[in-house]
């Protein structure tokens, strides 16, 4: 690791950065902080790969704190480092965090959300029981909804016993499978 730490190359953050994410997608997620510890990290992108290997690992408050950490160093957040938050939101059920970091994408840093982010929404109140709301961020959304959000609402029915919206997310889904088609049967099942 000391290798790493003395390197002066230009390449010397994505190589930092891709340990740390090596690490984490390993399982070794203490390694992951002690090399995000023990490197510059004038680079978003370390801090993208901190944020979100604890992501992950369903470390919401710990992706927390590093985003924080990253704020008090003055290293603006992207996209991807608003995908990490809003992941390990979800992951934890923590849904009025999760909202605060989405307004705060668009209205403090101006990033305008991608598929990525409205599904990882979707799956938040998905999975906090929030159907109407799920439901309510895809009509709003600025971009034509994907595969993946209309079966992150599909999965969501299944899981809140919701036919009525089931119903609405497997019309809108092109090309069904037989997954699809199993997940709205468990939803019919679950309510009689």
């Given amino acids: 690791m000391t290798g790493v730490q003395t390197c002066a190359l230009p390449i010397y953050y994505i190589l930092s950065s891709a340990l740390v994410d090596m690490y984490a997608k390993c399982g070794q997620i203490n390694t992951a902080k002690e090399i ?9 992108s370390i801090w993208n790969a901190m944020i979100n290997g604890l992501a992950i690992h369903g470390l919401a408050l710990d992706a927390i704190a590093i985003f924080s950490r990253m704020k008090g160093e003055n290293v603006l957040p992207n996209s991807i480092t608003f995908i990490g938050i809003l992941t390990a939101c979800s992951h934890c059920g923590l849904v009025e965090e999760g909202r605060k970091y989405f307004d705060l994408m668009r209205t403090l840093y101006l990033i ?29 959304m600025t971009v034509e909804p994907d595969i993946v959000i209309w079966r992150a609402l599909l999965s969501a029915c299944r899981m809140h016993k919701n036919s009525e919206l089931g119903e609405v997310a497997i019309e809108k889904i092109s090309h069904l499978s037989s997954g699809d088609y199993v997940l709205m049967s468990n939803i019919y099942c679950s309510i009689k």
């Fill in 112 to 140: 305008q959300p991608q598929l990525e982010h409205y599904g990882a929404m979707v799956d938040l109140l998905g999975r906090a029981g929030r159907l109407e709301e799920a439901y309510g961020i895809i009509k709003e």
């Fill in 36 to 44: 995000f510890d023990g490197v510059q990290r004038t680079d978003v």
